[in-house]
Every structure is written in structure tokens, then in C-alpha cells.
């Protein structure tokens, strides 16, 4: 007989990594079913970490965020039981459809800017905006991406804006977040930012041989628009991405400010041609952005102030 926890039936394990376990889940009455997130929970502060994802996710539903439907705490363990998403990761999806056109990454980033502008509104940095955390709801072609996994999330008011903690993905944190010397929800738009560079091209704008190099390419901003992937785009396209992935937070585009801007609110232009991004995918890109990449990697280099955030 299935375990049951609450209302939900534990079935089949969909899933594990370092901190969780995941499980499908079924409604005993209704029959819907969910992603059941098992965290066996930890000891001493780290225990903060849990109980902040959790208010979060009880504080937040935007149509392109994954909903969190009920959370269960028990003396050992928390259950999540969050929103099934049955299609996969965004860039898997792109590569399965065969074809892919600068407009089409224009309707990506609206959505997962929106999402990510309703967090700010609402006092969220995510703190860990990656490809893996860009999930379909379905397989099929009206499927939607949302965004996932506010492990590392953390509310900010703006008294106390500044966060302390170097947390995120290698090849997607912010400058400002390396340097240690604190930041703000800004750093969400700069790992955006890499995720929109990749979109139009298949593969990131930082490469390195190692995480050293690599996070002295990402303070510096040094990235590049590579000839020939790079001449299909519109320089209007090349020009948000500049603006996202400003060192300076302070210079950096908003959200709200991105949402406005020409690429993205520019309804007459139609931007059909096909683009490298699954060519690209599809030969080296993919493995290199699965390789390795583990959001703790960063936390466990470098040594958090002592202060915390």
C-alpha cells in the first residue's frame, strides 16, 4: 500500500538530488496528481533556508512560476507537494521541436522576465536563475516553461536590501555577488541575462577552463557576440542583453525596464529566420551547461560573510 501524507499518496520516485527526494504524488480524493519534494530537514540554521522556500512558495502564484499546491511538516521530514511538470527543461524542448526563431526566444523572455519582476514586486530575489530551474508543464505544443526551485531564494525589503550570502550556479552568478560585497534582486537579472544569451545561440556568454577563470570573466563582463551565430540576431536583441549583463547593478535594467524595452515590445517586427540555438544545443552547449552544475559548488568555494543575509 502507497505511503500516504496528508491528503497526498507517495508513489513512484521521479527524482533525487543532494537535499530531496522527489516522488509523484497523488490527491486521495480528487485523484490530481503533483510532484511531492521530500526534504529530510537539516540541522541548526540551515533550517532557516527550508522554512524561507517555504513561505515563499505559500506567498507566491504567477501563471509562469510552478505552483506549490501544499506543504507538510512532519518531526523529520517537509513534503512539498508542488506542480507536475511532465514536459522537461526548457532547452530539451527546444531542441525536440527542431526549430527555433529569434521571436520564439522573444515570447521565452517576456514570460520568464514577468515571473521574475512579480518576485521582485513582491520583496523574492530567486537567487538561482538557471536552465534546469526553466521546467515545460507538458510535452505538448501549448506546453508553458515556468520557473523552479526557490531553495536559495530569500525575501529582501528595501531597508535591507543587500544580501551577503555568495549563492547561485557558476556561469550564471552576478559579478556583484562574487565580489562579496554585497547585492540586491538585481543579480537575477544578470543570470537572465545569460539564460537569453544562450536562448539566442545555444551556448553561454562565459566559458572557462575552470571556475577561477570563469568567475574573473564574469566580474570583468568579458563575453562576446561570436561571429556567424551572432549575425542572424537583431542588434536590438544584442542591445537588452548588454543592458542585462551590465557589471554595475546599479546600471543594470530592471525587470520592469526590460519588459519595456524595444526587442521585446516591438509587435511590428517578426523575427522568423532560423537561429543556431539548437545546432548549438545539440553539439557541445547542452553538456557543458549540465556538466557539473550544482548550485551549492559556488556556496561551498567561497567563504559566506560572516554576517550571513
Known amino acids: 500500500m502507497a505511503q500516504q501524507i496528508g491528503d497526498w499518496a507517495l508513489e513512484k520516485e521521479l527524482g533525487t538530488g543532494h537535499f530531496a527526494k522527489v516522488k509523484l504524488g497523488r490527491h486521495v480524493q480528487t485523484g490530481t496528481t503533483c510532484a511531492i519534494k521530500i526534504v529530510k530537514k537539516p540541522?541548526?540554521?540551515?533550517?532557516?533556508?527550508?522554512?524561507?522556500?517555504?513561505?515563499?512558495?505559500?506567498?507566491?502564484?504567477?501563471?509562469?512560476?510552478?505552483?506549490?499546491?501544499?506543504?507538510?511538516?512532519?518531526?523529520?521530514?517537509?513534503?512539498?507537494?508542488?506542480?507536475?511538470?511532465?514536459?522537461?527543461?526548457?532547452?530539451?524542448?527546444?531542441?525536440?521541436?527542431?526549430?527555433?526563431?529569434?521571436?520564439?526566444?522573444?515570447?521565452v523572455t517576456i514570460k520568464l522576465l514577468d515571473a521574475i519582476k512579480y518576485l521582485h514586486d513582491r520583496g523574492i530575489a530567486h537567487r538561482d536563475l538557471k536552465p534546469e530551474n526553466m521546467l515545460m508543464t507538458t510535452k505538448g505544443a501549448d506546453a508553458e516553461c515556468k520557473i523552479t526551485d526557490f531553495g536559495l531564494s530569500k525575501f529582501f525589503d528595501q531597508q535591507s536590501a543587500v544580501m551577503k550570502t555568495p549563492c547561485g550556479t557558476p556561469g550564471y552568478i552576478a559579478p556583484e555577488v562574487?565580489?562579496?560585497?554585497?547585492?540586491?534582486?538585481?543579480?537575477?537579472?544578470?543570470?537572465?541575462?545569460?539564460?537569453?544569451?544562450?536562448?539566442?545561440?545555444?551556448?553561454?556568454?562565459?566559458?572557462?577552463?575552470?571556475?577561477?577563470?570563469?568567475?574573473?570573466?564574469?566580474?570583468?563582463?568579458?563575453?562576446?557576440?561570436?561571429?556567424?551565430?551572432?549575425?542572424?540576431?537583431?542588434?536590438?536583441?544584442?542591445?537588452?542583453?548588454?543592458?542585462?549583463?551590465?557589471?554595475?547593478?546599479?546600471?543594470?535594467?530592471?525587470?520592469?525596464?526590460?519588459?519595456?524595452?524595444?526587442?521585446l515590445k516591438d509587435e511590428a517586427a517578426k523575427y522568423t529566420a532560423e537561429i543556431s540555438t539548437i545546432q548549438q544545443l545539440k553539439e557541445t552547449a547542452h553538456r557543458k551547461l549540465k556538466a557539473g552544475v550544482d548550485a551549492v559548488v559556488a556556496v561551498e568555494r567561497m567563504k559566506p560573510d560572516e554576517t550571513g543575509d
Open 178 to 263: 562574487l565580489l562579496m560585497k554585497g547585492y540586491d534582486k538585481q543579480c537575477d537579472v544578470w543570470s537572465l541575462g545569460v539564460i537569453v544569451y544562450i536562448l539566442l545561440c545555444g551556448f553561454p556568454p562565459f566559458y572557462a577552463d575552470n571556475d577561477a577563470q570563469l568567475y574573473e570573466k564574469i566580474k570583468k563582463g568579458q563575453y562576446e557576440f561570436l561571429r556567424p551565430y551572432w549575425d542572424p540576431i537583431s542588434d536590438v536583441a544584442k542591445d537588452l542583453i548588454r543592458k542585462m549583463l551590465t557589471v554595475d547593478p546599479a546600471k543594470r535594467i530592471t525587470c520592469a525596464e526590460a519588459l519595456q524595452h524595444p526587442w
Open 43 to 107: 540541522s541548526g540554521s540551515k533550517m532557516a533556508l527550508v522554512q524561507t522556500e517555504v513561505d515563499i512558495l505559500k506567498a507566491i502564484s504567477h501563471p509562469f512560476i510552478v505552483r506549490c499546491y501544499d506543504v507538510i511538516d512532519t518531526p523529520d521530514k517537509m513534503y512539498f507537494m508542488m506542480e507536475l511538470m511532465e514536459g522537461g527543461e526548457l532547452f530539451d524542448r527546444i531542441v525536440e521541436q527542431g526549430h527555433f526563431t529569434e521571436q520564439d526566444a522573444i515570447g
